[in-house]
């Protein structure tokens, strides 16, 4: 009951929120007594998960102190403990709400000011500190940055010498700091008509701005306004002292971002006008709607309604701050901090709740987007492609795509995105639809490419084994009657005489698995069928290396029409062990893809390879942690036993087979962290190939290197480097050493800078 | 006050587009309490109000936005064999199938606005319509036109056939 009471505070009442508050904090001073550490329990939660509702909280703790000094000071006190427990365990963007709440708790007349001066003092003399990673020092400057549009006036106010020199000290910061992380997170590579800032540089200068007009914000909801009469006869309280934590070997800061913006004021000329990108308001609106989504986001209707309530409605184009802030979370690198599909049905709620007026805004968004396409880093590219489909984003007067070059982004934007039209509906669909001049663009019709179906093609080699296999298979033949059909096919390199040419014999596969692809082509049930039943035969043609590659070739050759089935035939082969991620991996980058190289489909196969891969490595870590829990748990048991059973013999047998298993286990991680890493070690040596190649070819032809395919290149290598830091922090020795060496072209080496330049 | 990172708010947990529907399966095997306890553990969904067009790649798209799909079973007619409007999708883990709970329940695909509910497991069998005439049981007594699943409903078309007049 208490916790519904404080968490719907706020919301739309029929009464004044003031009134609310009031009735709220008689009722918590009543239940003090009873409930105190419920109480308190609940406020810090709601501190630290519903950012957005910041001040009417600050508000409500302000009007308890003022009835209950002594709560306030245990409030305070937990506050700090909460503060502590999230720095220790990297929660870092929660704490930063906790740093805001106790700043605007000054505001409320609940921690005098010079206590919280001198905490940000303690923040800002982290960026003193020696050896340390400088993401650590970012967050501290940010946590103080941050709050100030709550608390700067009151803190100024009090402070102004201190607050003067703690902002000079943030200056020369923020000047000396570097950025070479920046390009590499940025969506568009020009900086017109947006500049995309580095976060930190941003805020400093909405803060310069914020003190430049004597730090009045006038946007802030502050219910404590209302209440100052009763809040100033309130006694302060003091923050203890607080030393930020130390930086230790664990601890894992925020990554950088960049700010995304793509409206300014002359996109709504009707309306209200947009705050401007370094007005503090800006910031604050932008702060807020994120909260919101990230607080709502599983209840697509409540998030949606409750973005659209975001108070100031009037005096801001809410619309455009909410396609905003919901494009900056699609299209953040490397990933969007929510699920790609939530944005697309959270759009459809929001158009279905403002009809008359989303819309519109939508349409003008993805009107610019697409116009903008030319630099976009070609992550971002990808993502709109998935939400453009879903909103009948093409209509067909884009002609300038036909002029253009079949590489150039625009043109391959609508080639890809029909192409997952299709996917969602039918090949027809697509042609009728499709006007005559645009065919070019259209996707292929999906349809199998069988070598050996016609009577024309009696000549190549097999044919007649694919024939015999034909009607074996379709009288549902076993595994063994196969293996004596294939052992009649002729192994082309049996002439080079080594042994390895033995077990590889691509003619068997080619003939094998054109065969039964073409007989499954069907449906995806048909062909996920036809790869279990025989799976033996798969096993064993795919033995070697070799094997695993010609087995992805061949699948390849048949299929190339339909890159889904590509996709779908890919992921069961992983997973059923025909083919290993090593392979598909050297299958990418293989000549015969070259033509299909930046096509969407191949780094949804190859995105997804590595996914597994990771689910795999810790699917076998927490196997093993799970089974020396049970094992520490016997142990404990044994303890406390009481009897002197201490005979070494029984206890080893009872530990045996668990220590087995333990060992069984380590040797099995092991052997999937070694994999992993070979995987990533394949995939940045056959980029490292192939963009070096390029670089020689364009110096020596003197030609200009920044080609729409080197853009994309380069760009997807950067993804990979984003989307899966952690596990290749883990490698960085390996690759300084071996791979992105001072040798190599500065164009690839920059990358690599860009890449330990992120939490260095 | 340990454990302060851990409290969490029930109003804050909302999430009733993960909720088990009021649906129970009648033939499933097993008592109410087994059926409710698989249903909330379950990855699989049933899908339903598909056109009886739609097929396994457009399902396969759809739902792969929500994570790696690990099998999609086409209901069927009982008699004819071919698709009558609804499957079953199966996700590798429950997370995903949530999401498709929450972001694709609801939302169009073949231009029809599709429905996702908890299953308790595919079983043989249950792939098949459950109608008297093969479909599914919803397609006997719909008495609208539609021509994603088949046109009128089946008793109407059989009136329509006997030259009898609608019992509404």
Same mark, same amino acid.
């Given at each position: 009951?208490?916790?519904?009471?404080?968490?719907? !505070?706020?919301?739309?009442?029929?009464?004044?929120?003031?009134?609310?508050?009031?009735? $709220?904090?008689?009722?918590?001073?009543?239940?003090?007594?009873?409930?105190?550490?419920?109480?308190?329990?609940?406020?810090?939660?709601?501190?630290?998960?519903?950012?957005?509702?910041?001040? !009417?909280?600050?508000?409500?703790?302000?009007?308890? #102190?003022?009835?209950?000094?002594?709560?306030?000071?245990?409030?305070?006190?937990?506050?700090?403990?909460? $503060?502590?427990?999230?720095?220790?365990?990297? /929660?870092?963007?929660?704490?930063?709400?906790?740093?805001?709440? $106790?700043?605007?708790?000054?505001?409320?007349?609940?921690?005098?000011?010079?206590? *919280?001066?001198?905490?940000?003092?303690?923040?800002?003399?982290?960026?003193?500190?020696?050896?340390?990673?400088?993401?650590?020092?970012?967050?501290?400057?940010?946590?103080?940055?941050?709050?100030?549009?709550?608390?700067?006036?009151?803190?100024?106010?009090?402070?102004?010498?201190?607050?003067?020199?703690?902002?000079?000290?943030?200056?020369?910061?923020?000047?000396?700091?570097?950025?070479?992380? !920046?390009?590499?997170?940025?969506?568009?590579?020009?900086?017109?008509?947006?500049?995309?800032?580095?976060?930190?540089?941003?805020?400093?200068?909405?803060?310069?701005?914020?003190?430049?007009?004597?730090?009045?914000?006038?946007?802030?909801?502050?219910?404590?306004?209302?209440?100052?009469?009763?809040?100033?006869?309130?006694?302060?309280?003091?923050?203890?002292?607080?030393?930020?934590?130390?930086?230790?070997?664990?601890?894992?800061?925020?990554?950088?971002?960049?700010?995304?913006?793509?409206?300014?004021?002359?996109?709504?000329?009707?309306?209200?006008?947009?705050?401007?990108?370094?007005?503090?308001?800006?910031?604050?609106?932008?702060?807020?709607?994120?909260?919101?989504?990230?607080?709502?986001?599983?209840?697509?209707?409540?998030?949606?309604?409750?973005?659209?309530?975001?108070?100031?409605?009037?005096?801001?184009?809410?619309?455009?701050?909410?396609?905003?802030?919901?494009?900056?979370?699609?299209?953040?690198?490397?990933?969007?901090?929510?699920?790609?599909?939530?944005?697309?049905?959270?759009?459809?709620?929001?158009?279905?709740?403002?009809?008359?007026?989303?819309?519109?805004?939508?349409?003008?968004?993805?009107?610019?987007?697409? /116009?903008?396409?030319?630099?976009?880093?070609?992550?971002?590219?990808?993502?709109?492609?998935?939400?453009?489909?879903?909103?009948?984003?093409?209509?067909?007067?884009?002609?300038?795509?036909?002029?253009?070059?079949?590489?150039?982004?625009?043109?391959?934007?609508?080639?890809?995105?029909?192409?997952?039209? *299709?996917?969602?509906?039918?090949?027809?669909?697509?042609?009728?639809?499709?006007?005559?001049?645009?065919?070019?663009?259209?996707?292929?019709?999906?349809?199998?490419?069988?070598?050996?179906?016609?009577?024309?093609?009696?000549?190549?080699?097999?044919?007649?084994?694919?024939?015999?296999?034909?009607?074996?298979?379709?009288?549902?033949?076993?595994?063994?009657?196969?293996?004596?059909?294939?052992?009649?096919?002729?192994?082309? #390199?049996?002439?080079?005489?080594?042994?390895?040419?033995?077990?590889?014999?691509?003619?068997?596969?080619?003939?094998?698995?054109?065969?039964?692809?073409?007989?499954?082509?069907?449906?995806?049930?048909?062909?996920?069928?036809?790869?279990?039943?025989?799976?033996?035969?798969?096993?064993?043609?795919?033995?070697?290396?070799?094997?695993?590659?010609?087995?992805?070739?061949?699948?390849?050759?048949?299929?190339?029409?339909?890159?889904? *089935?590509?996709?779908?035939?890919?992921?069961?082969?992983?997973?059923?062990?025909?083919?290993?991620?090593?392979?598909?991996?050297?299958?990418?980058?293989?000549?015969?893809?070259?033509?299909?190289?930046?096509?969407?489909?191949?780094?949804?196969?190859?995105?997804?390879?590595?996914?597994?891969?990771?689910?795999?490595?810790?699917?076998?870590?927490?196997?093993?942690?799970?089974?020396?829990?049970?094992?520490?748990?016997?142990?404990?048991?044994?303890?406390?036993?009481?009897?002197?059973?201490?005979?070494?013999?029984?206890?080893?047998?009872?530990?045996?087979?668990?220590?087995?298993?333990?060992?069984?286990?380590?040797?099995?991680?092991?052997?999937?962290?070694?994999?992993?890493?070979?995987?990533?070690?394949?995939?940045?040596?056959?980029?490292?190939?192939?963009?070096?190649?390029?670089?020689?070819?364009?110096?020596?032809?003197?030609?200009?290197?920044?080609?729409?395919?080197?853009?994309?290149?380069?760009?997807?290598?950067?993804?990979?480097?984003?989307?899966?830091?952690?596990?290749?922090?883990?490698?960085?020795?390996?690759?300084?050493?071996?791979?992105?060496?001072?040798?190599?072209?500065?164009?690839?080496?920059?990358?690599?800078?860009?890449?330990?330049?992120?939490?260095? | 006050?340990?454990?302060?990172?851990?409290?969490?708010?029930?109003?804050? +947990?909302?999430?009733?587009?993960?909720?088990?529907?009021?649906?129970?399966?009648?033939?499933?095997?097993?008592?109410?309490?087994?059926?409710?306890?698989?249903?909330?553990?379950?990855?699989?969904?049933?899908?339903? +109000?598909?056109?009886?067009?739609?097929?396994?790649?457009?399902?396969?798209?759809?739902?792969?936005?929500?994570?790696?799909?690990?099998?999609?079973?086409?209901?069927?007619?009982?008699?004819?064999?071919?698709?009558?409007?609804?499957?079953?999708?199966?996700?590798?883990?429950?997370?995903?199938?949530?999401?498709?709970?929450?972001?694709? +329940?609801?939302?169009?695909?073949?231009?029809?606005?599709?429905?996702?509910?908890?299953?308790?497991?595919?079983?043989?069998?249950?792939?098949?319509?459950?109608?008297?005439?093969?479909?599914?049981?919803?397609?006997?007594?719909?008495?609208?036109?539609?021509?994603?699943?088949?046109?009128?409903?089946?008793?109407?078309?059989?009136?329509?056939? +006997?030259?009898?007049?609608?019992?509404?």
């Amino acid at each position: 009951r208490l916790e519904s009471l404080i968490c719907r !505070v706020g919301e739309k009442s029929n009464s004044s929120l003031e009134s609310n508050l009031e009735g $709220l904090a008689g009722v918590l001073e009543a239940d003090l007594p009873n409930y105190k550490s419920k109480i308190l329990r609940i406020l810090c939660t709601v501190a630290r998960l519903l950012p957005e509702k910041l001040t !009417v909280y600050t508000t409500l703790v302000g009007l308890l #102190n003022a009835r209950n000094y002594n709560f306030g000071g245990e409030f305070v006190e937990a506050m700090i403990r909460q $503060l502590k427990e999230c720095l220790k365990v990297n /929660m870092y963007n929660e704490a930063v709400h906790l740093v805001r709440f $106790l700043s605007d708790l000054v505001n409320c007349h609940v921690i005098a000011a010079p206590s *919280m001066v001198a905490m940000f003092e303690n923040f800002v003399s982290v960026t003193q500190e020696e050896d340390v990673p400088q993401v650590r020092c970012d967050w501290y400057m940010f946590a103080f940055l941050s709050s100030l549009p709550w608390v700067g006036k009151e803190l100024y106010e009090k402070k102004d010498a201190e607050m003067d020199r703690l902002l000079s000290q943030a200056e020369s910061y923020l000047k000396r700091r570097q950025k070479i992380h !920046v390009p590499m997170l940025q969506v568009w590579t020009a900086d017109k008509p947006h500049p995309q800032e580095e976060y930190l540089d941003c805020l400093w200068s909405q803060i310069q701005k914020l003190k430049k007009d004597r730090w009045q914000e006038r946007h802030i909801l502050r219910p404590y306004l209302a209440f100052d009469s009763v809040l100033c006869e309130a006694l302060q309280h003091n923050l203890p002292p607080f030393t930020p934590p130390p930086h230790t070997e664990d601890s894992v800061y925020p990554m950088p971002r960049v700010i995304f913006r793509m409206f300014d004021y002359t996109d709504d000329p009707e309306g209200p006008v947009m705050p401007g990108s370094h007005s503090v308001e800006r910031f604050v609106i932008e702060e807020n709607l994120h909260c919101i989504i990230k607080s709502h986001w599983k209840e697509r209707k409540t998030c949606a309604a409750q973005l659209l309530s975001y108070p100031g409605n009037n005096k801001i184009p809410l619309n455009y701050h909410i396609v905003e802030v919901i494009f900056a979370e699609l299209f953040q690198l490397p990933s969007p901090p929510h699920i790609e599909v939530m944005y697309t049905t959270l759009l459809i709620e929001l158009c279905k709740l403002q009809p008359g007026s989303l819309p519109q805004v939508l349409a003008q968004a993805t009107e610019m987007l697409y /116009m903008r396409l030319d630099t976009m880093n070609t992550t971002c590219v990808d993502r709109i492609n998935a939400f453009a489909k879903s909103h009948c984003f093409l209509s067909f007067d884009r002609s300038d795509c036909l002029t253009q070059d079949l590489e150039k982004p625009k043109p391959k934007f609508v080639r890809e995105v029909l192409e997952k039209c *299709m996917r969602l509906s039918y090949h027809q669909r697509i042609i009728d639809i499709v006007p005559a001049s645009f065919s070019v663009l259209s996707p292929a019709n999906p349809v199998c490419i069988y070598k050996y179906g016609d009577e024309s093609n009696r000549s190549l080699p097999g044919y007649t084994v694919a024939l015999c296999l034909t009607i074996a298979i379709k009288n549902k033949a076993s595994n063994d009657e196969i293996f004596s059909i294939l052992k009649d096919v002729p192994n082309p #390199n049996q002439d080079d005489d080594d042994g390895e040419g033995f077990t590889f014999n691509p003619l068997k596969i080619e003939v094998f698995v054109q065969t039964l692809l073409h007989l499954a082509a069907k449906s995806f049930s048909h062909s996920f069928s036809a790869l279990a039943k025989f799976h033996e035969v798969f096993k064993t043609l795919a033995e070697s290396d070799e094997g695993k590659l010609h087995v992805l070739r061949v699948v390849y050759e048949v299929w190339k029409n339909h890159p889904q *089935m590509i996709a779908v035939l890919v992921d069961k082969m992983i997973r059923t062990q025909i083919v290993d991620c090593a392979a598909v991996a050297n299958w990418i980058f293989s000549s015969e893809l070259a033509h299909d190289f930046t096509r969407f489909y191949i780094w949804e196969i190859l995105h997804s390879t590595i996914r597994k891969m990771n689910k795999h490595v810790l699917k076998i870590h927490k196997e093993l942690e799970e089974t020396k829990a049970r094992l520490a748990r016997q142990h404990k048991r044994r303890d406390s036993d009481d009897d002197d059973d201490d005979d070494d013999r029984s206890t080893d047998r009872e530990d045996g087979p668990l220590e087995e298993q333990i060992e069984r286990l380590q040797e099995k991680v092991e052997s999937a962290q070694s994999e992993q890493k070979n995987l990533f070690l394949v995939i940045f040596q056959r980029f490292i190939m192939l963009l070096t190649e390029h670089l020689v070819r364009c110096e020596t032809g003197g030609i200009d290197v920044f080609t729409p395919w080197y853009k994309s290149c380069i760009e997807r290598l950067q993804q990979i480097f984003l989307q899966h830091h952690q596990i290749i922090q883990q490698y960085m020795v390996t690759l300084e050493n071996l791979l992105f060496t001072a040798e190599l072209d500065h164009h690839i080496l920059a990358v690599f800078q860009q890449f330990c330049a992120l939490q260095a | 006050m340990s454990g302060l990172l851990h409290t969490t708010l029930s109003g804050l +947990n909302s999430d009733s587009y993960c909720e088990i529907s009021q649906y129970r399966d009648q033939h499933f095997r097993g008592s109410r309490q087994l059926q409710e306890k698989s249903l909330k553990i379950s990855s699989t969904l049933y899908v339903g +109000n598909l056109s009886f067009y739609t097929t396994e790649e457009q399902i396969q798209e759809l739902f792969s936005k929500c994570g790696d799909v690990k099998r999609i079973v086409m209901g069927l007619d009982k008699i004819k064999k071919t698709p009558c409007g609804f499957c079953f999708v199966e996700y590798y883990t429950r997370a995903d199938a949530e999401h498709a709970m929450r972001f694709i +329940n609801g939302t169009r695909l073949d231009d029809r606005i599709i429905r996702t509910d908890w299953d308790a497991g595919f079983k043989e069998g249950r792939q098949y319509g459950r109608g008297k005439t093969g479909g599914q049981v919803r397609d006997e007594y719909r008495t609208d036109y539609d021509v994603g699943r088949g046109g009128f409903g089946k008793i109407i078309q059989m009136q329509k056939a +006997n030259h009898q007049p609608a019992i509404y």
